[in-house]
C-alpha cells in the first residue's frame, strides 16, 4: 500500500470503537530507544546516521513485525506525503520536516496500528495506537514489538539510569503513554482550566490534536506522562489506565449531564448550528470545521442527533486537514482554495450520512 491509499479507509485510532469511545478517541503508547555504540542522533556524523538507518531497516524488515510494513524514507517523500503522514499521527512534525540531508524514514503498517520513526529525536521512536481506551492492550503490542527488535539491536542502556534517550525527560524506561481526549462539555461549561491544572499537578503534559507545539482545538486533548524515571511501565500505565484517564472522563460525564440539565435548549442549539453551517458553508478553515465537528461529535454521544456516527465524525476531524484535502482533490492547493474545497467535501460527506 502508498501513501496515496492511505486517504482510502480509517487508521485503527479513528475506528470510533473500543472503551470509553464517547470521551477517549485514541490510546497511544511510545518508547524510545538508541543503539549502543552510537551517538545520539543530533550528535551523530553522516556516516553514522546511515549505519543506524541500516541497522533499523534490516531489523525491523527481517523481524517481520506485521504481515504489511510500509517502509518510507523521507528523503524520498514529497512535501505532501510527509505532512499527511504528520496528520495521520504517524510521525512527528520534526520527522516531517527536513532541514538537512540526514537518512530519515518510517516503518508502519498499514492498518496503523502501529509505526517506527528512525532517526527522529532518537534513533528509534516507537509507537503503537489503539481506538478508545486500549493502553493495556497497546502496551502489549509494542511491548512484543521491543522485544523483537531487542534480540537482535543493542539498545543503549545503563543499569543505573535505564535506557538511554537524547532527551533527558525520556530517561528510564523510555515510555509515553497519552490518550487523545474529546472534552466539549468541559470546554462549554468553563471547567476546562480544572483539568489543565490537575494535569500539570500530577506531572502530565497536556497538548493539542497533533501534539507539542499544538493548540486544543475542536476540544480535542492530548494527555501524556512528563516524566519516565523512577516508575516502571506497569505503574505509569496503571496510573494512566485506572486513575488519570477515570477521573477525567468522569469530569466530562458530570460535565454533559450539567449542560442536558441546565442549558438543553443552549446545548441543542448549538449541536444543530453546527449541522446547519457544514452543510450549507461555501468557504471553511480548519480550525472552524474542527469546533463544528466538536459540537457534532457531543450531539450524537449525548443521542441529540442520530444522523451520524463516531466514526465518521472522526475521519472528517482528519480528513479536512490540508494534506488530506489536497491528496482528496488529487491536486495541490493555496490556503483559499482548500477552503472551498473543505466545505464542499464536508457538503458531499454529510449528504451521504
Given at each position: 500500500?502508498?501513501?496515496?491509499?492511505?486517504?482510502?479507509?480509517?487508521?485503527?485510532?479513528?475506528?470510533?470503537?473500543?472503551?470509553?469511545?464517547?470521551?477517549?478517541?485514541?490510546?497511544?503508547?511510545?518508547?524510545?530507544?538508541?543503539?549502543?555504540?552510537?551517538?545520539?542522533?543530533?550528535?551523530?556524523?553522516?556516516?553514522?546516521?546511515?549505519?543506524?538507518?541500516?541497522?533499523c531497516h534490516r531489523n525491523i524488515i527481517e523481524q517481520k513485525l506485521d504481515?504489511?510494513?510500509?517502509?518510507?524514507?523521507?528523503?524520498?517523500?514529497?512535501?505532501?506525503?510527509?505532512?499527511?503522514?504528520?496528520?495521520?499521527?504517524?510521525?512527528?512534525?520534526?520527522?516531517?520536516?527536513?532541514?538537512?540531508?540526514?537518512?530519515?524514514?518510517?516503518?508502519?503498517?498499514?492498518?496503523?496500528?502501529?509505526?517506527?520513526?528512525?532517526?527522529?529525536?532518537?534513533?528509534?521512536?516507537?509507537?503503537?495506537?489503539?481506538?478508545?481506551?486500549?493502553?493495556?492492550?497497546?502496551?502489549?503490542?509494542?511491548?512484543?514489538?521491543?522485544?523483537?527488535?531487542?534480540?537482535?539491536?543493542?539498545?543503549?542502556?545503563?543499569?543505573?539510569?535505564?535506557?538511554?534517550?537524547?532527551?533527558?525527560?525520556?530517561?528510564?524506561?523510555?515510555?509515553?503513554?497519552?490518550?487523545?481526549?474529546?472534552?466539549?462539555?468541559?470546554?462549554?461549561?468553563?471547567?476546562?482550566?480544572?483539568?489543565?491544572?490537575?494535569?500539570?499537578?500530577?506531572?502530565?503534559?497536556?497538548?493539542?490534536?497533533?501534539?507539542?507545539?499544538?493548540?486544543?482545538?475542536?476540544?480535542?486533548?492530548?494527555?501524556?506522562?512528563?516524566?519516565?524515571?523512577?516508575?516502571?511501565?506497569?505503574?505509569?500505565?496503571?496510573?494512566?489506565?485506572?486513575?488519570?484517564?477515570?477521573?477525567?472522563?468522569?469530569?466530562?460525564?458530570?460535565?454533559?449531564?450539567?449542560?442536558?440539565?441546565?442549558?438543553?435548549?443552549?446545548?441543542?442549539?448549538?449541536?444543530?448550528?453546527?449541522?446547519?453551517?457544514?452543510?450549507?458553508?461555501?468557504?471553511?478553515?480548519?480550525?472552524?470545521?474542527?469546533?463544528?465537528?466538536?459540537?457534532?461529535?457531543?450531539?450524537?454521544?449525548?443521542?441529540?442527533?442520530?444522523?451520524?456516527?463516531?466514526?465518521?465524525?472522526?475521519?472528517?476531524?482528519?480528513?479536512?486537514?490540508?494534506?488530506?484535502?489536497?491528496?482528496?482533490?488529487?491536486?495541490?492547493?493555496?490556503?483559499?482554495?482548500?477552503?472551498?474545497?473543505?466545505?464542499?467535501?464536508?457538503?458531499?460527506?454529510?449528504?451521504?450520512?
Open positions: 500500500m502508498s501513501i496515496s491509499k492511505m486517504t482510502d479507509h480509517a487508521g485503527e485510532w479513528l475506528k470510533g470503537t473500543g472503551p470509553s469511545n464517547d470521551v477517549v478517541i485514541s490510546s497511544r503508547i511510545r518508547l524510545a530507544r538508541n543503539l549502543a555504540g552510537f551517538p545520539f542522533v543530533c550528535r551523530a556524523n553522516e556516516r553514522q546516521q546511515h549505519e543506524i538507518y541500516d541497522l504481515d504489511n510494513v510500509l517502509w518510507i524514507n523521507m528523503l524520498e517523500s514529497p512535501k505532501l506525503d510527509r505532512e499527511l503522514l504528520v496528520e495521520r499521527h504517524l510521525i512527528s512534525k520534526q520527522h516531517a520536516h527536513i532541514a538537512d540531508d540526514h537518512p530519515r524514514a518510517v516503518a508502519a503498517s498499514t492498518d496503523e496500528t502501529f509505526a517506527i520513526m528512525i532517526n527522529e529525536e532518537d534513533h528509534l521512536r516507537m509507537q503503537v495506537l489503539r481506538s478508545g481506551l486500549q493502553l493495556t492492550e497497546a502496551f502489549r503490542h509494542i511491548d512484543h514489538i521491543d522485544d523483537l527488535l531487542e534480540a537482535k539491536l543493542d539498545y543503549a542502556y545503563s543499569n543505573r539510569f535505564g535506557y538511554l534517550t537524547a532527551c533527558p525527560t525520556n530517561i528510564g524506561t523510555g515510555i509515553r503513554v497519552s490518550v487523545m481526549l474529546h472534552l466539549p462539555a468541559l470546554k462549554l461549561t468553563g471547567e476546562i482550566e480544572k483539568v489543565r491544572r490537575a494535569a500539570r499537578d500530577m506531572h502530565l503534559a497536556v497538548r493539542g490534536l497533533f501534539g507539542e507545539g499544538s493548540e486544543a482545538v475542536g476540544d480535542l486533548y492530548q494527555i501524556s506522562n512528563q516524566t519516565t524515571l523512577g516508575k516502571s511501565e506497569l505503574e505509569i500505565l496503571a496510573d494512566f489506565e485506572t486513575t488519570v484517564v477515570p477521573q477525567i472522563i468522569a469530569y466530562e460525564h458530570q460535565a454533559r449531564q450539567a449542560l442536558l440539565q441546565q442549558r438543553e435548549a443552549q446545548l441543542d442549539d448549538k449541536i444543530w448550528r453546527a449541522w446547519a453551517i457544514l452543510n450549507s458553508a461555501r468557504v471553511m478553515g480548519t480550525e472552524e470545521v474542527l469546533q463544528l465537528l466538536s459540537h457534532l461529535r457531543l450531539g450524537v454521544n449525548l443521542g441529540r442527533i442520530e444522523l451520524l456516527d463516531t466514526r465518521m465524525i472522526n475521519e472528517l476531524f482528519i480528513l479536512t486537514q490540508p494534506a488530506h484535502l489536497q491528496r482528496l482533490a488529487g491536486r495541490e492547493m493555496d490556503p483559499a482554495e482548500r477552503r472551498i474545497e473543505r466545505a464542499r467535501f464536508i457538503r458531499e460527506k454529510l449528504k451521504r450520512a
